[in-house]
């Protein structure tokens, strides 16, 4: 396994100061994968549970939250029913073209606010992005396309910090447990309505949109 894993910072921030537009009771529009039915992600967060149980300045991701974050669309206050429609539609068709696929998810690392997991491979990820990136600019035009197209990493948070402090402490215990991985197969892209009004990211599903075809779950 190559050792890519980004350097680890001296400190920590708390993950959960309220960035730009956010307040309590505000809610989000974002497409994200999620990994409901799939035990390798279960068996993951479990594997990691006990250790993240001994330290208190993280807050660990229930399995039924953890997610990969692609695209946002916007404050769900500030979006129109009739563009999620026609965004969710347009997905549909762009999605078509693509497959499901397997990745692997992990392991673990520190990074500034959480404990990170990259994804792999990259490159359908990236595409499926682009297909979503892609709906949003036939219905709104490139220009309102939200989030730069560029310098995106899929990853999978297993913990957020939910303090400022320093990484050595958790820096050490992740050394000293051995690496897992999951493999997860990944089907569809979810656009949910996301809030963090509790610290931890909870949503809503809107719609499913199923890669290479497949049916998607969609509520719009």
């Known amino acids: 396994m190559t050792n890519d894993r980004p350097p680890v910072p001296e400190a920590m921030r708390d993950h959960w100061w309220w960035r730009p537009g956010w307040s309590q009771g505000r809610s989000f529009y974002?497409?994200?994968i999620t990994?409901?039915?799939?035990?390798?992600?279960?068996?993951l967060a479990d594997f990691y549970a006990p250790m993240l149980a001994n330290l208190p300045m993280l807050d660990a991701?229930?399995?039924?939250?953890?997610?990969?974050?692609m695209q946002g669309i916007g404050f769900t206050d500030?979006?129109?029913?009739a563009d999620v429609v026609a965004i969710v539609k347009?997905?549909?068709?762009?999605?078509?073209?693509l497959q499901p696929f397997t990745a692997t998810v992990g392991p673990p690392y520190v990074d500034a606010e959480?404990?990170?997991m990259r994804v792999r491979p990259t490159e359908p990820l990236i595409e499926a992005r682009a297909c979503i990136r892609d709906a949003i600019a036939t219905v709104w035009g490139?220009?309102?396309v939200p989030e730069p197209a560029e310098g995106w990493r899929p990853h999978v948070s297993l913990a957020y910090s939910n303090t400022a402090g320093p990484s050595l402490l958790i820096a050490e215990?992740?050394?000293a447990t051995s690496p897992r991985t999951a493999e997860v197969t990944i089907f569809s892209v979810s656009l949910i309505e996301l809030n963090r009004d509790r610290k931890m990211y909870e949503w809503n599903d809107v719609a499913a949109v199923g890669l290479g075809g497949l049916p998607g779950a969609g509520r719009t």
């Open 78 to 81: 500030e979006v129109g029913k």
């Open 114 to 116: 959480t404990i990170q």
């Open 61 to 69: 991701v229930p399995v039924k939250w953890l997610h990969l974050t």
């Open 142 to 144: 490139r220009d309102r």
């Open 35 to 43: 990994f409901d039915g799939q035990p390798g992600m279960q068996q």
């Open 90 to 97: 347009t997905a549909q068709t762009r999605c078509a073209s």
């Open 173 to 175: 215990a992740l050394a």
């Open 30 to 32: 974002t497409w994200h």
